[in-house]
Every structure is written in structure tokens, then in C-alpha cells.
């Protein structure tokens, strides 16, 4: 309701503005996440870890402690804002895995235009899909890098700071350590 009430003062400057905002402070907490992530498995090697960034902050799932994760949200910090950018870079990112799948996907859909008369057709126009998906996912894991340093994230953290960090217990998965930020 309240929404509704200022939607008519919101100019679309104003709009532009805030979803711009917004953009700027998900793409800060997903590099966050992929130095914290370095970091962690810098100092656990042998531990799995995942991440999840939003809006609000960003998620780390793994068997680590609440200490562990503040000394490396701490650490990733200040090695960003010391000018280690490449660390808003993971090679574990969705970001590539979006992107591999999306060009195997137009490979494959060029692969299979027209119209195969025979099964020597048909033969032909799988061996190209094949070739084509594998030279997708090679060139996946550049592009994706390229993707997330220049679009999803943004290694330059200004004046974000984590806020409070909240833990759940998932069983066998290790824990969920919910990190709400600001700035």
C-alpha cells in the first residue's frame, strides 16, 4: 500500500536511479561473495562451499563456523579495497554455467535448421551439434569471466559493509550463513 502512495512523486529519473542502485549494491555483494569464497577455500581446502548473492547480502552453505566466515568477509573486504579485483572472479560461478548452457543452446538450435532428408542428414546435424556444444562449453569458462568481472559483479566495494550475519544448521550440508550488507 505504502508503494502505491509514492508512485506517483517517483519520476522515471528517480526510478532509473534506485533500480540502478540496486544493481550496483547485487553486483557488489556477488563479487563479495566470490572473494569470501576465495578466501574460504584458501583456508579449507578441502571443505565444499557454495554461495548465493541478492539483493540484501549474499548466502555462504558449507561446513564452516560463524568465525571462519566473518574473518573471511572481513579479509575479502579489505583485499578488495586494496585493489585485488580479480577476486569478485570464481571459477565456480553460475554465471558461467549460464552462459555455457545458453551458447550449447544456440549451437544447437544452429546445428538443427533446416530440413535433413535422410539419416546421413540427420547424422550430419548431430556430429555438428556435438562439435558446436563442445566448442561452447570451452569457450564458457573465458566468457563467463569476462561476463562476471564486467556485468555481474563489481570488484570495487565502496562503502559496502556487512551488517549482521545469521547461521543456520543444515544437517549434512554444513551450514547456511545468511550476511545482510549495506552501502
Not at 43 to 54: C, I, N, T, V
Not at 79 to 85: D, K, P
Request: positive net charge; charged residues 15%.
Amino acid at each position: 500500500m505504502a508503494f502505491y502512495g509514492i508512485l506517483p512523486y517517483m519520476t522515471s529519473k528517480n526510478i532509473i536511479f534506485s533500480l540502478r542502485s540496486s544493481i550496483l549494491h547485487l553486483r557488489r555483494n556477488h563479487a563479495l561473495e566470490h572473494a569470501a569464497l576465495h578466501v574460504l577455500a584458501h583456508r579449507f581446502p578441502q571443505k565444499r562451499l557454495a554461495g548465493h548473492s541478492d539483493f540484501q547480502g549474499l548466502r555462504i552453505i558449507g561446513d564452516v563456523n560463524l568465525r571462519d566466515v566473518q574473518e573471511a568477509l572481513e579479509d575479502a573486504l579489505q583485499r578488495l579495497r586494496a585493489g585485488e579485483l580479480g577476486l569478485a572472479v570464481h571459477p565456480h560461478c553460475g554465471t558461467n554455467y549460464v552462459i555455457g548452457g545458453g551458447l550449447a543452446a544456440l549451437a544447437g538450435a544452429f546445428a538443427m535448421r533446416g530440413k535433413a532428408t535422410d539419416i546421413w542428414g540427420w547424422l550430419d546435424r548431430i556430429s555438428l551439434a556435438i562439435l558446436l556444444g563442445v566448442l561452447s562449453l570451452m569457450l564458457a569458462q573465458p566468457l563467463g569471466a569476462l561476463f562476471q568481472e564486467h556485468i555481474t559483479t563489481s570488484p570495487e566495494p565502496h562503502g559496502l559493509e556487512v551488517v549482521s550475519i545469521s547461521t543456520s544448521d543444515l544437517g549434512s550440508m554444513g551450514k547456511m550463513h545468511r550476511v545482510i550488507t549495506q552501502g
